[in-house]
């Protein structure tokens, strides 16, 4: 008796402290449910019990310079989808048939999106009211109120088309901004996200009027940018004209800049395209060709036309650059009276460190010139010469001053970076060949900033796009500020240089041009 009682004490003992386990483990697992999981649960039950449509804003307003000109805008249009779960099954053949003939669409996908066991799918987005309206009569005419839903919706229309394109760029489906200022002012352009959210049966079915939420959508910003609609019009014409006359086959680019603020007033790329068809061919020879080209070839096509040549692609400068020598020279010192007769002579060619460099005109040399009449005759000798007094590190040194080493930092993507050899690989005939401009690559707009400098009295300036950031809720004008580098030369410097380029278009070698 006394064996039996121990044993079932023993046994009595093993319940209560399984049974003690099996509780903590419970426990332990609701804590873990309720502390670890919790925000997690609680989101999937949020889901299944709600039916959440979204409403997208409106997206920010681009005008021109003036503020009048609008270069991209946002229209109403309206998205329809459908509740499959509150369709009655024998009204889904007919509504997928009136939705395909409406919008035109195929009616198999369409009953398939009808018929589908889900809580909501889109049948067709950003259409015009004009088709929605005659959804909205039919489902009057045929009683159906529910599992039909047409929701406001957004879409990006550019009223001048091709103008300043490569500037502007343009949006995907979604309303997010793919290149351009659309995709760099991304954030300040599309607004905040609005929703309809309804309270639903574990069908998915709607339980009434009272369980809907309305989150309104929050409109954009709009952007002022610094593009004059008219000097960029007519800079796109002469530059289209010039494109064809001269046969570039590689099209070409004209910025016109303002040096006092860096406002980019006109940035003109040929060819360009249309911004309401950016995935359409933009040239008559493409658009023969376009059907029977592999998706490679098109992505490839439009890929060049989207570029904008003036910050991504890099060139040699060529004669231009002697300017940034002179300004350098002249700074430093090395010439002090710019019309002194006799400070220079070019003989045909100079030899640097055993290369013989020639003139343009070798077969004619210059002779003797000053500093002035050297540049007006875009004189080769002249300005290695003042290149190898200034020596690799002094030359460097204005070369990062004038900002032609770094990104402008304009407010655009992709923008591209100067290639120059490192100032500790840089040699003799490397240091003659940059100082009248080859041997290396910079962008467009390198270039105008580093010009800019000059006509600016010597007070580096950040070119810009836009100028202004205006709130569509309360209508605060932001003002983007006008970022300067500093002093890069004196202003008597500036003075100097900007009176020879007087000179070379006036009298000297680009008279003509």
Known sequence: MKTIKL??????????????LIIICLIGRIGYIQFIQGEELSSMAYQQQTLDRSINPKRGTIYDTTGKNV????????????????????????????????????????LKKVT????????????????????????????????????????????YST??????????????????????????????????????????????????NYVSAI????????????????????????????????GGN??????????ILAMATYPNYNLNQPYEAYTDELKEAWDNMEQTEKTKNLQAVWRNKAIADTYEPGSVFKVITASASIEEGLVTDIDKEGQFSCTGAIEVAGVRIKCWRHYRPHGSESLRIGLMNSCNPVFIGLGQKLGVH?????????????????????????????????????????????????????????????ANGGTSIQPRIVKQVIDSQTGEIQDVPVKTNGEVISKETSEKVLSMMESVVAEGTRKKC
Not at 72 to 93: D, F, H, L, R
Not at 117 to 122: A, K, L, P, V, Y
Not at 224 to 236: A, C, F, G, K, Y
């Open 163 to 212: 103008i300043a394109s490569q500037i502007i760029g343009f949006c995907g489906s979604d309303n997010q901004g793919l290149d351009g200022v659309e995709a760099k002012y991304d954030t300040e352009l599309k607004g905040t996200q609005g929703a309809i959210q309804r309270h639903t049966d574990a069908k998915g079915g709607e339980i009434g009027e009272e369980g809907e």
């Open 394 to 454: 002094t030359y460097y040194s204005y070369l990062n001053k004038f900002r032609l080493l770094k990104r402008t930092g304009i407010d655009l993507p992709g923008e591209a970076n100067s290639i120059f050899l490192a100032e500790e690989k840089a040699g003799p005939v490397e240091l003659a060949t940059i100082s009248f401009g080859q041997r290396f690559e910079i962008t467009p707009i390198q270039l105008v900033s580093a010009v800019s400098v000059i």
């Open 116 to 159: 589908k066991r889900s809580s909501i799918e889109t049948i067709a987005r950003k259409v015009e009211k004009e088709k929605t309206d005659q959804l909205r009569i039919w489902m009057e005419q045929n009683g159906i109120t529910t599992g039909i839903n047409i929701d406001e919706d957004t879409k990006r229309y550019y009223p």
């Open 254 to 263: 004209v910025v016109v800049m303002n040096p006092q603020n860096g406002d």
């Open 7 to 20: 044993s079932s004490k023993k046994k009595m003992r093993n319940i209560l402290f399984i049974v003690f």
């Open 71 to 110: 270069l991209a805008v946002s229209s109403t249009v309206e998205t329809v989808t459908v509740n499959p779960g509150n369709i009655a099954k024998e009204n889904k053949e007919k509504v997928a048939k009136v939705l395909s003939d409406i919008f035109e669409l195929d009616y198999a996908k369409i």
């Open 219 to 250: 409109d954009g910003s709009d952007l002022v940018l610094t593009i004059d609609l008219s000097v960029q019009s007519i800079v796109e014409k002469y530059l289209e004209e010039a494109c064809i006359d001269n046969n570039c086959t590689d």
